[in-house]
């Protein structure tokens, strides 16, 4: 008798597992077309760097053609994704760890790097390069991507207050203008 | 917002940045257009496939000579007309001469390739490669498609609950040799179109082939021409007799697998059948199934060998009930697949309770002595004496409603000494918002409980403390350390509380000088007695001029730097940092994360004199991502990044091998505590990628295998 209840709910809940592998694909991949220009300045803009930005936009792409079949709902492609390129982003902050930022005059600013050259230009923004990667992760998908702090912690996976945290910490270290001497730090 | 903020918004949108390389966009098409890759191998997947392809060709000569007709048709053969015939052993098709064949069999979740017809080279799909204890198989579209070029791949393919009459929108309908069938013109991220035929399989439930063709032009009238007269003489081979049909009654489905249908039946269809079986036997009055999770294949509790392709775990959750562990294993070809019960497993606590929906969400959770196991959730305590196999709720008590402020450090964060004493730092009243500035005020309420949770008792603690984060460690029912750690945004230094009488009454033992920086505290605090206190940096909010791990000798007033072999000298802060408080039980051990020029690198310190000396027992270029556990002085367990899942050691760090986190939802570990060297508990950010709530889960096999977390 409820064989056949039993029977239907196991068919509707394997349904939602059943997406062949490659239609996933490329249906991520064309989402990631379409929202290829927004991820390229998010990462160009959490990284200052374009090649950087290019490299952490190829790394999350493919991690996140690795992991299509996590998608269920292409509804929150970009909430989904943002996620995975900011993870990439960050990888590339961390490696970088062992470099000492400091903070430029302009004519050394490197003119060559459109995203680097464009934050230099703006006095608020000059000085965002030095942050903690976190903070500037935070920074930049709070005023930049109009994400609220609580959109970012679910979108991150970060508790509420880390991110409220980091992004004071940022914001304070931009407003004044400290970030070029943030104290010793160990050298590589 | 205030003008700062405005500013800075403003100064964003004003700025002109750059559109994406266009070679950004060819490597996204070059992405997206190679096959799936497994992240992990099926290990019996790749000599599975060499076996079951042996087995394809014995079945195919033993039908050549078997077959009606008398003369056995060699594959493939020449056709008039410039076209050969082809013959997949289960359906035969013509296609042009000028086309080569690669026999490639690659198998995935739902299917299973014949062939591969093109006119590019098409290199070997799938590439193995030996990883530390496991095999790793990558499998791949390698070609590259030129002008004028064409890739057929022909696959067989079986998905539970197929129906070749649920056509896709935009598809239009065919038949296939008397089939029902349809056809998808889609288009390849490169641009190039891809057309799709997808065919059902004749007397077969479930199962369909299908025909994905990407070609390019500029002739691509004539190459689409020719895929549908391929299309056109596909006549289906009535040699090989038809799957048996699913039994009337499902539930009771469980076929042998031979090995020649790997691929052809889908795992998955074997298994929902096998787990229907499995169902069948619970009681008439269970609840409805509320979802089914599968995962296999790429762990094998008794090791791979031969075409144990299922072995996995399968869980059944129920719409209100307990949960079930299912068992799999596949003894196929000999005996079948036999799904046997692990569970079922407890019921999970109160799945309504939580706002979030999560059944068994959860904010903290540690070990303690004897056994014992703790974990937080939305506002209760729950603790465990037996592992994690029973589990006392001390009611929502310990907050201190709307008082906890978030400090942005966090709030709430408990230490439980046994299964009765439990202390919680919080936020009290009179505290303001966390901002950074000089005026903050952040009181501090400590909630304690010497039974169990029973009954809860509130004491103020002198003094503010605003943005700080708070670490508190109890070495016995009186004697504690409460440190205000210094972060970069607090005005107030860094500051250690003592009490001797269980936190009834606190005195200051040390601040650091105002300003903090040099002289603040980590705030990776530890106790490894009552006079012996640790302090690390941590990675985030910690300080940045200081030594990276500090220890006091007497019990918090004085503070000099601990030597880490290869540190030497090195600060705390952004570069190197504590993954977690150093332990002191079954062994000593503290583990540090470093950024380096080559990636983030994890040290693990061993001290064989507690503290006194620390040596470096493992170094690995990972980073880890929440706390090393010590099951025992040699058997470790360290999560790591980017939702990588378990490393593990046997022999004290000398070498690794990742584990499979069977029953766990997510790889995405934040944090981990022990009972014993097989009871373990586990929080878990459920979802790998996407965000979702974090849930807990327990494991009594040293970490093997994992069950949603029960009280009762």
Known sequence: VIAGAWSSSIARSLEGRTLDRRDTRARIAELAERDLTRAYRLAGLILGDANEAEEAVADALERALRHADELRDPERFRAWFDRILTNACRDRLRRRRGIRLIAMPDDVVDR????????????????????????????VLHFWADLTLDDIATRLGWPAGTVRSRFYRGLERLRRGRVGTPGPRSEP | MNDDEARIKAAFGQLDLPEPPERLRRRLAALAVARPTRDRAWRPWASAGAIAAAAVALLLVGLAVLGPGGTPTP????????????????????????????????DSSFSHSLV???TVDVPEPCETTQASGFTRVDC???????????????SANGRPGFDIANVPAGAGTLTVDGQPGYLEKGTAPTGDPTWTWTFARPGTPDNFF????????????????????????????????PVPPPNPSPMTVCHPVPPYYKGVFSPFLTCASAVAAALAALPADHPAIARIEFQFGDYCPGGCSGLNLLDGYVIVTFVDGP????????????????????????????????????????DATGGFGGGGLWATRSGSLYISSDGGRSWKVAPSAFTTPGACIDSGIGCGAPFVLDARHAWIINAGPGSTEFTGSQTDVLKLVLVRTTDGGTTWRQISIPGSYPGTTQSLVFVDADHGFLLCGWTRMSPTPSTVLRTDDGGLTWRVVYVGSPGGDTA????????????????????????????LFDVSHDAGTTWSPVDLPGLTGQLGGALNYLMAPPTFAPVSLVTVVSGTESGNVTRIYRSADGGADWSLASSLQREASANLLALDATHWLLPVSNSEGLTATADGGK?????????????????????????????????????GPQALFVSHDGGLTWAPMAHG
């Open chain 2, 520 to 547: 603040s505290l980590g705030s990776m605090f530890a106790a490894s007695s009552a006079s012996t206190l640790w302090a690390g940096a941590e990675g985030d909010a910690g300080p940045i001029g200081r030594a």
């Open chain 2, 140 to 154: 791949q579209d390698r070609w590259s498609l030129g002008l004028g070029g064409v890739v057929v791949v022909v």
């Open chain 2, 655 to 691: 070498t690794w091998q990742d584990l499979a986190t069977v029953g766990l939802t997510s790889n995405w570990i934040v944090s981990m505590a022990a009972a014993s060297s097989r009871d373990l508990i586990a929080v878990v950010a459920t979802g790998t990628s996407q965000p």
């Open chain 1, 112 to 139: 060559q790097d459109p995203f680097r050259n464009s934050l230099a230009r703006d006095e608020a923004l000059r000085e965002i390069a030095a942050l903690e990667p976190d903070e500037r992760i935070v920074v």
């Open chain 2, 210 to 241: 299908t025909i994905r063709a990407t070609f390019r032009g500029p002739d691509a009238g004539t190459i689409s021409a020719e895929l549908f007269a391929l299309v056109a003489t596909i006549q289906f081979d009535t040699r090989v007799s």
């Open chain 2, 75 to 106: 594959t493939p053969t020449a056709a008039p007309g410039g076209l050969t015939r082809y013959d997949t052993g289960m359906f035969s098709f013509s296609y042009p001469a000028a086309w080569r064949t690669f026999e490639y069999h690659v």
């Open chain 2, 323 to 362: 949960a079930l562990l299912l068992s799999v294993r596949d003894e196929s070809p000999t005996s079948g697949v036999h799904v046997t019960s692990v569970g079922p497993l407890a019921p999970q606590p109160g799945p309504t309770a939580n706002a979030d929906g999560a059944p068994n969400s959860v």
């Open chain 2, 116 to 118: 591969y017809l093109a």
